[in-house]
């Protein structure tokens, strides 16, 4: 069992800048993926952000060239650079991890951002 824990929400302006941090109880060198989801008020959760256990990552068109994921193995830890943030961008951010063996699918509770003009 992996519980994830997110920070680095808050309020910001457009054009402004955020990092959300993702804290893992346990190793997640065997996470086969980590990525960041976020879900707006009347909308469905998307895909934000992902990283691959090879280090390949994969990023929704609306962020690409303005969010970048990292992971910091030894600190069990993921995060999310968001740079020149829209008011679009606001939302409720989720951390997941996911496991192949044994399997695994876990999420945080997330965490707000909200972007103003």
């Known amino acids: 069992q992996v519980q994830l824990v997110e920070s680095g929400g808050g309020s910001v302006q457009t054009g402004g800048s955020l990092r959300l941090s993702c804290a893992a109880s346990g190793s997640i060198l065997r996470a086969n993926a980590m990525g960041w989801y976020r879900q707006a008020p009347g909308k469905q959760r998307e895909l934000v952000a992902q990283?691959?256990?090879?280090?390949?990552?994969n990023y929704a068109d609306s962020v690409k060239g303005r969010f970048t994921i990292s992971r910091d193995n030894p600190k069990n830890t993921v995060f999310l650079q968001m740079n020149s943030l829209k008011s679009e961008d606001t939302a409720v951010y989720y951390c997941?991890?996911?496991?192949?063996?044994?399997?695994?699918?876990?999420w945080g509770k997330g965490t707000l951002v909200t972007v103003s003009l």
């Open positions: 990283m691959y256990i090879g280090g390949s990552t």
């Open positions: 997941n991890a996911i496991f192949l063996s044994p399997l695994g699918d876990y």
